[in-house]
């Protein structure tokens, strides 16, 4: 059975720096597309970033503060998020994706987890 767990969230202020970890388990992920996805209360679900192979992808938004990373002998994926904004604050998931999908959308994942919440206050 695939589990991604998701931890490291919490409540920050403004500035301060958080890593999210993602602990897969089931299989072997080390060929998959791993990304990182949120969403605020109202809003929809937005695409964060994405390791695949040798490459790194980001949003817009969080380019430059954000940085994804993976152990693939842990079977685990990290999200380094420095400079937050309030502006940050969502339920940030972790996906697994088989497969050469876009990884940038969610349509790209085959797993999820259940979301780790982090608020960055003013």
């Known amino acids: 059975q695939v589990q991604l767990v998701e931890s490291g969230g919490g409540l920050v202020q403004a500035g301060d720096s958080l890593r999210l970890s993602c602990a897969a388990s089931g299989r072997t992920f080390s060929s998959y597309v791993m990304g990182w996805f949120r969403q605020a209360p109202g809003k929809e679900r937005e695409f964060v970033a994405a390791i695949r192979g040798g490459g790194t992808y980001y949003a817009d938004s969080v380019k430059g503060r954000f940085a994804i990373a993976r152990d693939s002998a842990k079977n685990t994926v990290f999200l380094r998020m420095a400079s937050l904004k309030p502006e940050d604050t969502a339920v940030y998931y972790c996906?697994?994706?088989?497969?050469?999908?876009?990884?940038?959308?969610?349509?790209?994942?085959?797993?999820w987890g259940q979301g780790t919440q982090v608020t960055v206050s003013s």
């Open positions: 996906a697994a994706g088989a497969g050469g999908r876009p990884a940038m959308s969610a349509l790209g994942y085959d797993y």
